[in-house]
Nanobody
């Protein structure tokens, strides 16, 4: 199983980015895939998750109304749309997948077996 994130970069405050998480070696039927982020000198935190059975879950109050998660099963890809970005959103963003068949989202990173390499998001003027 391989997860590859893309779409990160430098954006001004108030701007938007869409991150992609492309999965290979992974049967895209029953799944739970989450987005996590880690800012410098901070712990990794769960942002959102999408489940093939339960829909999406937002874990961070600070991103509610600004970030959304979606999936394209035909492309084996999960997206993180980030709008109205703020400097405090600056972090490395990771996607992670739970083992196949485990379709419940969770905010504890230990429940995810597969991780991408991360993509840097920097929000700065």
């Amino acid at each position: 199983v391989q997860l590859v994130e893309s779409g990160g970069g430098l954006v001004q405050p108030g701007g938007s980015l869409r991150l992609s998480c492309a999965a290979s070696g992974f049967v895209f039927d029953d799944y739970a895939i989450g987005w996590f982020r880690q800012a410098p000198e901070k712990d990794r935190e769960a942002v959102l998750c999408i489940s093939s059975r339960e829909g999406s879950t937002t874990y961070l109050d600070s991103v509610k109304g600004r970030f959304t998660i979606s999936s394209d099963n035909a492309k084996n890809t999960v997206y993180l749309q980030m709008n109205s970005l703020k400097p405090e959103d600056t972090a490395i963003y990771y996607c992670a997948a739970r083992p196949r068949g485990l379709t419940s989202c969770h905010d504890w990173d230990r429940f995810y077996d597969y991780w991408g390499q991360g993509t840097q998001v920097t929000v700065s003027s």
